[in-house]
């Protein structure tokens, strides 16, 4: 499989659209509104209702200045999303030092700008606004206008009070940011890894695809390739005395064998329309493998039937998720051995599954629990020594396998503290991939029917 690099932490900035932020802060504006209305009219606060009303202007003509001067569905840039929500958090901290300081619990609203920044910014600049943040909330600890009621009675609370909630939005500051950032980013990582997957399972369905199509047009153009070649043969045998023609007679008779020679390469010896579908599940595995069977490893195939019978071999779909994830794990376990790799293909009255195993010197202890996450680390060297992926590879195998209804487990040939027999034995990294033999049933029952006509391919 072709090398398929992400940036697991890209340019999450560019998922913001603008709309997105005008639509939250025109929320916030309403919300203001309210609770400035509800705090003067129904408790009868003394507020300072010119600046606040200065304040909630200010965002209003932000919002208004960003509807008629950008289009609605601009992307925003990190420096754009950045300064959008360092003006909401000098607003809101504005209103809050106009309000009471920390004695009004609306200040713990200042959090809410810094989990979008966790969800769009990278991780220096969500730094830097959370900085900005702390700093503007210790800051309304100890300066900001007191809370009035009309009788000039001062609301405010007890001191303990305030410096536990101080304590409480700097852990949160610090503590909100890390976890939506962590979540977004896994988030992020499975979308990207997910969209890996989807681009290699739809490759092979085309190879697929095309591998029918071309064993269909291998079988139907058999007949009048054949006449060709016939009757170029009988015209090259009746054309003694005229040279000119023989030899055209015969060029066509050559042509029609390098068209069957032609279609012969490109298809597979012995599957035609009828059979692309299906396959003796050793064939399938044989198929996956084959690509790599010629790369200065020795390839060994072992076959375990159902109490010791393996003539009867279960047939199964050559679906393209099946051959690819099988192909990875051949792909895998060539690049690591160092002189042999086995394939084991076992199958019973129940389950029918495939193990391989290479001479290889293993996963390393520390990672093997979490073999198939995708991105593991950026250049993760401690999966398997000279390994510098980053785990999108064994995740698309492991993927694509478990949507066949497949179970996955991984292992090592040998213990952590055993000592290296050298190559030649498997002692290397173990994959085993096992399917319950009723979810081919319906292949099955395909082998045991009719071929019937041809059918026609899909397109």
Known sequence: ?????????????????????????WIAIVGQLVAITVAQRMFNLDLNIGLCFLAIGASIIANLFAIFVYPENKRLSEREVAGMLVFDILQLAFLVFLTGGLNNPFALLILAPLAIS???????????????????????????LPLRTQEGFIMQQPQVFRYGFLAAITIGVIFLPVYAGRVTSEMHTMSEALTATQMALA????????????????????????????????????????????????????????????????GQAGKDDLHIRHAPFVAVVREAAEPHADRGIAVHYNIEGAHGDTGRQPVIERRPEIIHGLRNQVQNAVDFARENVWIDVFWDDEQIGVRIIDDGPGYSPTIINRIGDPFVRRKRRDARPGYVGMGLGLFIAKTLLERSGAELSFANGRGSGDPDPGPGERTGAVVVTIWKRELFSESQEAERAALGENRPIEV
């Open 203 to 266: 490759r092979e369905q085309k190879l697929t695809d095309l591998g029918g199509v071309i064993a269909a047009a291998a079988h139907e153009l058999g007949t009048p390739l054949a006449t060709i070649k016939l009757a170029s043969g009988e015209l090259y045998d009746e054309l003694e005395d005229h040279p000119t023609l023989r030899e055209d007679a015969k060029l066509i008779r050559e042509q029609a064998n390098r068209c069957r020679d032609i279609l012969t390469s490109m």
């Open 118 to 144: 966790a969800m769009a910014l990278r991780p220096l600049t969500l730094t830097a606004v959370a900085g900005l943040s702390l700093v503007l909330v210790v800051a309304l600890m100890f300066w900001h």
């Open 1 to 25: 499989m072709a090398d398929t690099s992400f940036e697991p932490h890209g340019h999450r900035s560019f998922w913001v659209r603008l709309r997105t932020l005008i639509v939250l802060r």
